[in-house]
């Protein structure tokens, strides 16, 4: 019989009403704070049995069961297990032996209370496994879990402090391997498919469990104490040639270093790894089983030294998680950044004796503050600490904050504290949190006995508050021309009242050296006294040493000067400053794009000269009037495509190569870049791989080249590895010339599944939406800020603020402001969350209404 609507709804009320009033907990979806509070008292000692039957078709269900374990230290409650599926996926619960009905409520699996007792407990749970985090491919799937995605794959406890250790059995297509966070015991055949049986994993977050299973070749090295395994798709012989031995000593200098750092063993019974063609991440630290994105590990011989560190980096970033994250973990999320600072900050730690000929400061400073200044400047900045109400908005938390300005942070701690009391407080939070969960709080606490430093207060406006400060300075001269006084004033670019005490250098120029003071700031001015006497200065250059953070005092009068900084940081710094002082209005966009062009055409080392490209591309392309573009561009292109036949070292010729693929659009750029592309000519020591020639053809094609057609059909005829050429398969439809393709290809991210590989669809976005394509692609603008809801709700944690940067975020248009402005309007209940992306995001959109002359 049919219920008529209104007498449902009102059953459904009533029936929920009813539920809840015997219970304290008001049930929402996701996992709230006072939900995640009141479990960790109520239950402990969890341990999670799995199984999973994975068939031979992507799209076949898959057959998993779960026997829980438990102990059960309140009865007041129902037990609330987590599970964001469909009900249907619930097919039995089986509590203590007993068989009973199955409940779901707003994302929770219900245990009634009169089904448990006080103590030792078991729930037996047959389902479907949610496929939200599976990943699913043809031949190979991994789950992903962080930071509430395990619930989307089976019943759990999903929050951060409730660790638990795991037992999994894997069924899986004979032809595949398996991995995961524990040894194998067992392997059976069972005809057309093999079940994989493995021990008990360390405890670990819910997040921090996974699995990969799949078509992968495999190698097993010991580089040290212990072997290691990595599974991987890569097939290109030179590539894996060239990094299987490094990939695997990496890994073992990580943790020789991080032993000896922690005063700590390696915390888990393996340390293997999977490389992953299309991974969303970098890489992501599971117990055990690190997962990687394939292509940011095995390079070529034609990779510069910036990626070779970038991968040292990664591999060590991943490496440090065991210790920081993995074994001592954040009680609640909002305190993620904190395993994420310490990855960071660790990874450069580690890497600095692997790569004694790179300058680390420099590296620091060109990793971190460039991305950190792109979101603290903006509308739509935040504290490092962000308060979370529920673990449904936890992948909102992640950003350049937290991966870029909180390890700035750290460096300013470490600086203040001095490194030894630093590392000796470290080593206290790993011994006493160890296997356990902290927060903030705990490590100010440890902190806070070996430093003189007021911690509480110094961590108050670093990690709790937003923004970042605006310095000026007054300087007084005597009559013989020499500093009479010497005043350094800072004020919050928010207009708050935060001050933030920091160390950092400045130099003072004269033409034969450079005096280099240490300044100390704690307050709204600061008198310089170690200045008083000096002579004056050709020109004052801030941040000499790259630690301080803020937008500094600039000198623009001698932006000439900038090339002729003979210390790598500090003219580094010197570029960062000039593009801040561009955005804050201070310096005209075409002077800074001439001083970013006098540097191009002559800088030495490959991390600057990678700076100079990006805040080239940034500048010309969001910022410079249409004239003043045209002018720009054929001077650029003329430059760096100069520069390319001069000799130069192979890593900086790579380097400008990138700025020159990009900006060579012209007729004569494009038809010099095409026979580059068809080995027509050739640069001498410029090394290319299939890789580099690949995005060549995407180049020509946007660049509307006349044979842009045959291009890409030879390029994707001459790509070799399987995995790849899917990707390019699902990128034509972007590159088309035809804006009608396009358009449909635009409407078909509109549905879920084609919006699965999250990292070909940001490529495919900037195709898009490249600003030589803007005119056709600002039509879908509106429809990709209202789609953005849906695409937090299936998407993983980066895709929100990469569709909006891929998209709306590439515009510098009133058109575009005028989107944006009339869809807030539209929408005053609008996600807070989202808003602050949205205006992350489009940072250069709204300087670019002020500054654009």
Known sequence: MKIPHCFLCLFLVISSCQTLKETNIVLQNGVSKELASFRKQQVSDVAYKLSFAIPEKKDSPIPSELVLNLNVLSLKEPLYLDFNEKTQNLKSVTVNGVAIAVQQEKEHLVIPRENLKLGSNLIAISFIAGDLSLNRNADFLYTLLVPDRASTLFPCFDQPDIKARYTLTITAPKDWSVLCGAPLVKQIDQGDFVQYQFGETD?????????????????????????????????????IQASTDVIFKTHQQAIDFLEKYTQHPFPFQKMDFAAIPVF???????????????????????????????????????????????????????DVWMKEVFANFMAGKIMNPVFPEVNH???????????????????????????????????????????????????????????????????????????DNADWNNLVEILDT?????????????????????????????AANRIKSFEIYQQAEDQSKNLWPQIFEIGLVYPDSTRVITVSIKNKMTKLNAAIGLAKPITIIYNYNGYGYG???????????FPSVQNEVARAYSYINLYENTLTGKIAPLEAFNSCLKGIATESNELVAKLLSNQLTSIFWKFLSPKQQIEGQKELENLVYQRLQTKLPANLKKTIFGLFSSIAYSESGKEKLYQIWNKETTIPDLKLNEDDFTNMAMDLAIFQHEKAEEILNQTKATISNPDKQKRFEFLLPSLSKEEAVRDAFMESLKDEKNREKEAWVLTALGNIHHPLRQESGKKHLKDGLYLIEEIKRTGDIFFPKGWLSGSIGRYSSVYAFDVVQQFLKDNPDFSPILKRKLLQATDGLYRAQKIIK
Do not use: C
């Not at 630093?422 to 790993?430: A, M, P, S, W």
């Open 361 to 435: 400061d420099l590296q620091f400073l060109t990793t971190h503050y460039p991305n950190a200044y792109g979101e603290d400047r903006s509308a739509g900045t935040h504290p490092i600490k962000q308060n979370l109400a529920n673990l449904k908005d936890a992948g909102s938390l992640y950003g350049s904050i937290i991966y870029n300005k909180a390890p700035i942070m750290m460096r300013q701690l470490e600086t203040s504290m001095g490194e030894e009391a630093f590392r000796k407080g470290i080593q206290v939070y790993i011994k006493k949190y160890a296997n």
């Open 551 to 561: 937008v500094f005092p600039i000198d623009v009068n001698r932006l000439d000067y």
């Open 203 to 239: 405890k670990m977050s819910t997040y921090l469990f996974s699995f990969v299973a799949g078509k992968f070749k495999s190698i097993s090295k010991n580089p040290g104490a212990f072997e290691m395994k990595m599974l991987f798709r890569e097939n290109d012989v030179k590539k």
């Open 450 to 478: 070996k430093t003189p430093l007021n911690m509480k207060q110094w961590s108050n406006v670093w990690v709790n508050q937003s923004g970042r400060p605006l310095l000026s300075d007054r300087i007084v001269y005597d």
């Open 280 to 334: 969303q991440y970098g890489g992501m630290e599971h117990v055990g089983a690190i997962q990687y994105k394939e292509s940011a590990l095995f390079l070529d011989n034609s990779a510069t030294d910036s990626d070779k560190l970038d991968r040292g980096k990664l591999i060590a970033h991943e490496t440090a998680h065991m210790w920081f994250g993995d074994l001592v973990t954040m009680k609640w999320f909002d």
